[in-house]
């Protein structure tokens, strides 16, 4: 379900604004480091990295929030009109940020971190694609020298770096799933986040569960997926930690499946395997290839 905005949070966000001292419109960034708030704790992983010590980064969202059910409190509206830089993924992702930009009057930049990138089918998760990653980087890189030209070296530096992690967390992904039999490529997932990954590492996403963020699938649905999931004797169904496992059981018992693995895709985890992006996508690229081959 996409969030819809609410007079109640703008007139709430307004009213905190002005008793913490601040004019609509008026500038947020003050002295100090950059503060760099992204909107996802994925963005904020890779931006962390580009920035070292020379700017804060933040996530507006908390660790295991899903952007796409996320409900903004004004208390975050006050956090994007304090920001010097704002990091978005951009690719229809944050429907909620636009108004909320409008309410709290910020004058900060805003960087679309998937801007000039190919979406397909308005499918925003292109951040699961480490070569997308990349790029992301170098957009986050511009987006800090804008903000803070002072610190250029630095920005570039930190930037280059990490994207020579991501190149060759690329090589590695590639090699194991290479391992995976082709036959048995096939993921079934919660919802369609893989879509980028899988085209970049030659795995294909049979079906998702969940056919519209935050609506329940049909029981028409469900069945159509435990068929495909019997026609190609698939091995194993994904789960997510942000979302409740019980429609993913069903149809994994449905179809005769035993094993229902847990990806991380929208957000980092709070363990050292999960807490930011490359640990992430490196634990993920396990837990597939263990549940595949």
């Known amino acids: 379900m996409r969030w819809q905005p609410a007079v109640s949070l703008f007139t709430a966000s307004a009213a905190l604004l002005a008793g913490l001292g601040f004019a609509s419109g008026a500038?947020?960034?003050?002295?100090?480091?950059?503060?760099?708030?992204?909107?996802?704790?994925?963005?904020?992983?890779?931006?962390?990295?580009v920035a070292g010590e020379r700017a804060t980064v933040t996530s507006l969202l908390p660790v295991g929030a899903s952007p796409e059910t996320y409900q903004p409190a004004p208390a975050d509206i006050v956090r994007l009109h304090d920001a010097g830089l704002i990091l978005e993924n951009g690719a229809g992702l944050e429907t909620w940020l636009g108004p909320m930009l409008r309410a709290g009057g910020t004058n900060a930049r805003v960087i679309d971190c998937s801007a000039g990138l190919t979406v397909i089918a308005a499918n925003p998760h292109l951040w699961l694609d480490p070569e997308y990653a990349r790029r992301y980087v170098v957009a986050m890189r511009d987006g800090m020298i804008a903000a803070d030209p002072a610190g250029a070296a630095i920005?570039?530096?930190?930037?280059?770096?990490?994207?020579?992690?991501?190149?060759a967390l690329t090589a590695r992904i590639a090699a194991q799933i290479a391992t995976i039999p082709p036959a048995n490529r096939n993921m079934l997932v919660f919802h369609n986040a893989w879509l980028y990954y899988n085209r970049r590492f030659g795995l294909r996403t049979l079906g998702e569960i969940e056919?519209?963020?935050?609506?329940e699938p049909s029981a028409e649905h469900l069945a159509q997926l435990v068929d495909a999931a019997r026609a190609v004797h698939l091995h194993a169904i994904?789960?997510?930690?942000?979302?409740?496992?019980?429609?993913?059981?069903?149809?994994?018992?449905?179809?005769?499946?035993?094993?229902?693995?847990?990806?991380?895709?929208?957000?980092?985890?709070?363990?050292?395997?999960?807490?930011?992006?490359?640990?992430?996508?490196?634990?993920?690229?396990?837990?597939?290839?263990?549940?595949?081959?």
């Open 27 to 49: 500038a947020a960034a003050g002295p100090g480091p950059l503060r760099v708030v992204a909107t996802t704790t994925l963005l904020a992983s890779l931006a962390s990295g």
């Open 155 to 167: 920005y570039r530096a930190n930037a280059a770096a990490l994207d020579r992690h991501l190149a």
């Open 211 to 215: 056919e519209t963020p935050g609506s």
């Open 238 to 293: 994904f789960a997510e930690p942000e979302y409740n496992p019980k429609l993913v059981r069903t149809v994994a018992q449905s179809a005769g499946i035993s094993n229902v693995a847990v990806l991380y895709d929208d957000s980092v985890g709070t363990s050292p395997q999960t807490r930011d992006y490359v640990a992430m996508l490196e634990t993920d690229t396990v837990t597939i290839v263990n549940a595949l081959r």
